[in-house]
């Protein structure tokens, strides 16, 4: 995998998910993603940024084009120096949080993008990895 | 601080979301929904989120909390607009937003809150409950 464009972006308050989910979708047009796609891609991004700054007081966002294959793809990194994940597992089913959310965060946006990675350590931080590919279904 | 505007219709309230929302916003448009719902008496509130391009799961609970809320207060919410990326984007999410109304478009909406609160018919009103 080759990158092509990468940009980091700090989070620390709200209204940088705004901003950071504009560029995520800036990226995905460039790059040619379908209107589905694309929201796929920014709704995913919401839910990664949020839980860094409820969870982790914010992190970085990196946003990358890459390629793969002769196919280009949008990948976003979330990094955080939070308290990290105790148990992954349940973290990854529907309905569990540890917040008073909905319990959708993770498991939703690993639905909604191609590829999902999440690396965690208890009190380090966790670092979450997704890329949308631009003819991903 | 931004604000998002409700116009008063009648017996109806209006809001157009014409921003993306964030957190701090969307809870700050469901107070204020709730707060007019009571001030106003209004028996229904429609949301037009045809300018909106994305709901994430914060943002699908505040519509979901909003229904609720109105509900007990005697009013039906009808979310009407929604962009097909962003349905088909929801439901993959896990988010079907149970308990609340839609419509697709604002005219269709008035409509569905009309016959909500019974300004039809019965048998129109029947009708409206094989479409939902």
Known sequence: ??????????????????????????????????????????????????????????????????????????????????????????????????????????????RLSNEFDLKSEVGKGTTVTIIRWKNGL | MDKIPILKMGEFLLVTIQVDLYDRLALALENDLINMVSKTEARGVLIDISAVSIVDSFMGRILGNIASMSKIMDAETVVVGMQPAVAITLVELGLTLT?????????????????????LPLDEENLYDDLN
Not at chain 1, 59 to 73: D, H, P, S, Y
């Open chain 2, 99 to 119: 308990g609340v109304y839609t419509a697709l478009d604002v005219e269709k909406g008035m409509e569905l809150l009309r016959s909500k609160i019974g300004y």
């Open chain 1, 1 to 110: 995998m080759m990158t092509l464009t990468k940009e980091k972006l700090t989070i620390l308050r709200e209204p940088d998910v705004i901003f950071f989910r504009n560029k995520a979708k800036e990226y995905a047009v460039k790059i040619g993603m379908s209107l589905v796609g694309q929201t796929k891609l920014i709704t995913a991004a919401s839910e990664l940024v949020r839980n860094m700054l409820r969870y982790a007081n914010g992190g970085e966002a990196i946003l990358e084009i890459v390629v793969r294959n002769n196919i280009k793809g949008v990948r976003l990194t979330f990094a955080d120096k939070g308290p990290g994940i105790k148990d992954v597992k349940q973290a990854m089913q529907d309905g569990f949080s540890t917040g008073k959310s909905l319990g959708l965060g993770l498991p939703g946006a690993k």
